[in-house]
């Protein structure tokens, strides 16, 4: 099984990312797809997720309506379109697999928002 996240990287306030995560070795439609963020020093948490048929969404609070999750079945990939991105928006980003049955992570991607 592997969850493998790019597109992360540098920017500047008020720019945008987008975030992919190419999945293998499970069957990717059957699960929840989701995004979590990690800051230093703080909890990780939800920032969005997708149905396994990609028919709902939910995201944080604080990126409603900046961020937007979608997903690719036929290409076993989960993306996240980050924009007006902020300082607090900083932390790394991890790809989430999840069906009753099974719970995947990815490694991570630094997501950095600076001037």
């Known amino acids: 099984v592997q969850l493998v996240e790019s597109g992360g990287g540098l920017v500047q306030p008020g720019g945008s990312l987008r975030l992919s995560c190419a999945a293998s070795g499970f069957t990717f439609s059957s699960h929840v797809m989701s995004w979590y963020r990690q800051a230093p020093g703080k909890e990780r948490e939800l920032v969005a997720a997708?149905?396994?048929?990609?028919?709902?969404?939910n995201y944080a609070d604080s990126v409603k309506g900046r961020f937007t999750i979608s997903r690719e079945n036929a290409k076993n990939t989960v993306y996240l379109q980050m924009n007006s991105l902020k300082p607090e928006d900083t932390a790394v980003y991890y790809c989430?697999?999840?069906?009753?049955?099974?719970?995947?992570w990815g490694q991570g991607t630094q997501v950095t928002v600076s001037s």
């Open positions: 997708v149905t396994a048929a990609g028919g709902s969404t």
């Open positions: 989430h697999a999840y069906t009753r049955w099974s719970d995947y």
